[in-house]
């Protein structure tokens, strides 16, 4: 942990604190990466009601960099938007 990370606490700190916690949570391979089943559990237990073809779509939208899984930075930028 470096001294950069150390910053005071604003509501989006504590939002992105949050976020963090749920991503680790459904991070249940603990590659800290989300995975598409991982991400379909995500979302399943925000209740989002999405079919299989919309949480691939969403999948694909949210994973900028085109690498198969969710980085924390690709899950917070979708989040936030
Ligand atoms: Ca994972
Ligand atoms: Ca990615």
């Not at 150390?6 to 603990?30: Q, V």
């Not at 399943?44 to 969403?58: H, K, N, P, V």
Request: proline letters at 1%; zero cysteines.
């Amino acid at each position: 942990m470096n001294q950069a990370m150390d910053l005071p606490l604003s509501d989006n700190a504590d939002d992105r604190t949050r976020l963090r916690e749920d991503f680790t949570h459904f991070d249940r391979n603990h590659d800290d990466r989300m995975e598409f089943d991982e991400f379909v559990q995500f979302l399943a237990a925000q209740d989002a009601g999405m079919s299989r073809q919309e949480l691939e779509i969403g999948f694909d939208e949210i994973d900028t960099d085109r690498d198969g899984s969710i980085g924390f930075d690709e899950f917070h930028a979708w989040w936030i938007d």
